[in-house]
């Protein structure tokens, strides 16, 4: 059966510096966030979530789901920080699960992706960093948790990063609501939009604790 | 390159998550309002909530397994933080069960129906419009062109805006004379504020226009020639949706918001009847589309849909600056096509272009469904069962099937869907037949001959004279007594002088122009 998809991405840093309540809370966000967006027709109808987890590896943990199947991973943390590879291996997730328009399919809508570091990578980075700000298969919000991570670096990435200053469990649990709530938007938006064309898409104000990197 | 993702600081921070996008005043959210019965396939199942782990239990098993690695927490114990909560760690009590917990797998929400809440238009700002907006959840209606044309509308709010209780964004507006039609349908931007007033302003004030521009230039364009009147005719449309441009403009200052809180596409179909032969001129900017079913040919998509490379990237909406130029190009574009080359056409939003796409493959199943009613699902889209739409053109009241037909389903496809076809009545008026081409049984088409009464003379006359036999002695009889005439035909003319039969002139060159 044929029918538009919202695919999400999540990129959640699971290096040895998230261990403990980082991890745990991550975990957490991340079922809470299914729960959550089972509750809204739209998203159980469009959303398709992946997670993506990188220490001094990068592995797809879940692959690209339908919200009804998906099942949040048990993560944990150790190892270092292979952001370069994390990336690379979104991109090809990108090419080859995102369905684009062409003359005989509607396409997915464009991909939300949602990166999470709290520290500095340990792996070549810098091409995979040029060629998602560059060709912008999705779009991606990338969020610098505590104060180990590198904002200017994130900003390589993508023109949209946020600060999460503390790493407390209940910055996390706001932030994933956050992005729940973010999901929920874009799959609630249906007919034309201008910022699809434009730019992408409109998100909610991030919680309190959580600041845009101008 | 601009931001691909823009975060809304304007927005209320949302304190409580799952109440749908964020709610203007007036706007109930989904959650808090009963659903309705209306059941959706994918969802039907009522909403659920995990059944929370008791935390009290987890400690107890958590004593029982092996102590936690350093710097890590127990895996089960944690899953029970809420955010923002306390640790339940430290707050649980001791447990005496050691029952593992019981989670009910989460099920998908339904679809609801809610009542759009609020009023359509923001106060003061209606008496600016200048007309009396239709703003109900559905719109049908059948109208008698005149006596060969006949035009079925309909358009239904979309499930995403029945779910969270807000207007629908489609419109349309369809007007007609003596010597024109008009048929405008729009579609409000889904991430205009306002775009539902948009769309229906466009819709609305276009057709009003571009009746006072024709009427008023009637005597002029009735007299232009075939090869001036397509470029007359683009040029009153064109400047008439400039106009109307200007205006919305106009309108989005008086509200004190921005031209682009009013965003929608255009759809037009002009159908002129010109001493020359009756034309079509056809006029898009965005997406939805536009086709045309010509006699004896399959249906075919006027022009293209403004879609971009992934769902939904429209380029350009009315009334943003570039709109006056792409839809002056796709009036130029779009080919005229002759009246008599028409059968009926159709104007769509995307709400009927998405859950078919892609039309260039399914235009002609849709017609056929619009025509003799649904047989098999196009494209994956189907009907509750029991709900398939008849033909729309044997209908007693096209208008009311036509809104039948949008009742279709698809998963992902939620959006407002508008659609006006207008057909020629002979497409919907059944043969001619005469009671001699009634279909009979081959018994009642040869009948045998029943001899019981007749004298037993006769009756071996009747062996031989069953219908078959007569037949062919009436033909052979006939080609014989021809022959005869023939042979005496040609014996009287070969001895009598002939002169040649006179042509009237013009009977030997095809009839027409």
Request: charged share 20%; proline share 9%; glycine share 8%.
């Amino acid at each position: 059966m044929s029918f538009r998809r919202l695919p999400v991405y999540i990129l959640a840093d699971c290096s040895g510096s998230m261990a403990g309540d980082p991890i745990e809370s991550v975990k957490a966000g991340i079922s809470a966030l299914h729960s959550e967006l089972m509750g809204d027709p739209s998203a159980v109808e469009s959303a398709y979530l992946s997670v993506i987890s990188f220490d001094s590896s990068a592995r797809q943990t879940v692959p690209l789901t339908e919200l009804a199947s998906f099942n949040p991973p048990s993560l944990t943390a150790s190892g270092t920080t292979a952001l370069g590879a994390a990336l690379k291996l979104l991109i090809d997730c990108l090419q080859t699960e995102v369905k684009q328009n062409s003359g005989e399919v509607k396409g997915d809508w464009k991909p939300l992706v949602f990166l999470l570091t709290d520290g500095a990578p340990t792996d070549n980075w810098q091409q995979y960093a040029d060629d998602l700000k560059t060709k912008r298969p999705g779009n991606i919000i990338a969020v610098a948790c505590g104060d180990g991570a590198d904002t200017a670096l994130l900003k390589s990435i993508t023109d949209t990063v946020l600060e999460m200053k503390s790493m407390s469990p209940n910055d996390f649990s706001a932030f994933f609501k956050w992005v729940t709530q973010s999901i929920k938007q874009t799959s609630q938006k249906c007919g034309s939009s201008p910022d699809a064309a434009a730019g992408g898409v409109a998100l909610p104000p991030p919680p309190p604790g959580i600041v845009i990197v101008p | 390159m601009a931001d691909d993702i823009r975060i809304d600081c304007d927005q209320v921070s949302l304190e409580t998550p799952g109440t749908g996008a964020s709610a203007p005043t007036g706007q109930i959210p989904a959650s808090s309002v009963p659903a309705s019965n209306e059941v959706h396939p994918f969802a039907i199942n009522a909403q659920a909530q995990v059944a929370k782990p008791d935390p009290a239990s987890q400690v107890a098993d958590a004593e029982n397994a092996a102590p936690p690695l350093p710097g890590t927490l127990n895996l089960d114990q944690k899953d029970a933080i809420e955010g923002g909560g306390a640790d339940p760690i430290s707050e649980a009590p001791p447990s005496t069960t050691t029952t593992p917990p019981i989670v009910t797998p989460l099920k998908p929400a339904s679809w609801g129906v809610v009542e759009p809440v609020g009023p359509w238009c923001p106060d003061g700002l209606e008496t600016e419009l200048g007309f009396e907006p239709n703003y109900q959840n559905e719109i049908k209606y059948t109208t008698e062109i005149d006596d060969q044309w006949r035009l079925a509308a309909a358009s239904k709010r979309g499930r995403m805006h029945a779910h969270h209780g807000t207007f629908r964004e489609d419109a349309l507006s369809t007007i007609h004379t003596n010597s024109f039609s008009f048929l405008c349908v729009c579609d409000g931007a889904g991430s205009s504020k306002l775009s539902r007033i948009g769309s229906e302003f466009t819709a609305q004030f276009l057709c009003k226009l571009v009746k006072e521009e024709l009427l008023s230039h009637e005597g002029e364009i009735m007299k232009c020639s075939r090869a001036s009147l397509p470029g007359n005719l683009r040029a009153i449309l064109h400047l008439c949706l400039d106009t109307v441009a200007r205006k919305l403009v106009d309108l989005s200052v008086t509200a004190q918001m921005l031209p682009k809180d009013f965003r929608c596409t255009i759809l037009t179909v002009l159908h002129y009847h010109h001493p020359t032969g009756g034309i079509f001129l056809f006029g898009n900017v965005g997406d939805g589309f536009i086709a045309v079913k010509r006699r004896g040919q399959s249906a075919e998509r006027i022009g293209t849909s403004d879609s971009g490379a992934f769902s939904g990237e429209v380029t350009c909406f009315m009334p943003d600056p570039q709109v006056s130029e792409f839809y002056k190009t796709s009036l130029e574009e779009n080919p005229p096509i002759p009246e008599d080359e028409v059968d009926s056409y159709i104007l769509c939003t995307d709400g009927v272009e998405d859950p078919f796409f892609p039309i260039h493959r399914t235009i002609d199943k849709i017609y056929g469904q619009l025509t003799e009613g649904y047989k098999e699902p196009i494209a994956d889209v189907t009907y509750p069962e029991g709900q398939e739409p008849s033909s729309i053109i044997h209908a007693a009241s096209p208008g009311d099937e036509l809104l039948k037909w949008l009742s279709y389903e698809k998963r992902g496809e939620n959006d407002d869907r508008t659609i006006v076809f207008t057909y020629r009545k002979s497409l919907a008026e059944p043969p001619i037949v005469t009671p001699a081409m009634v279909e009979m049984t081959p018994e009642e088409a040869s009948p045998a001959l029943d001899t019981t009464a007749l004298p037993p003379v006769v009756k071996s006359w009747a062996v031989f004279c069953s219908p078959q036999v007569i037949f062919a002695m009436i033909v052979g009889g006939l080609v014989i007594a021809n022959a005869f005439l023939i042979g005496a035909l040609l014996g009287f003319t070969i001895g009598s002088h002939s002169t040649p039969l006179a042509i009237p002139n013009g009977c030997n060159s095809p009839i027409g122009p």
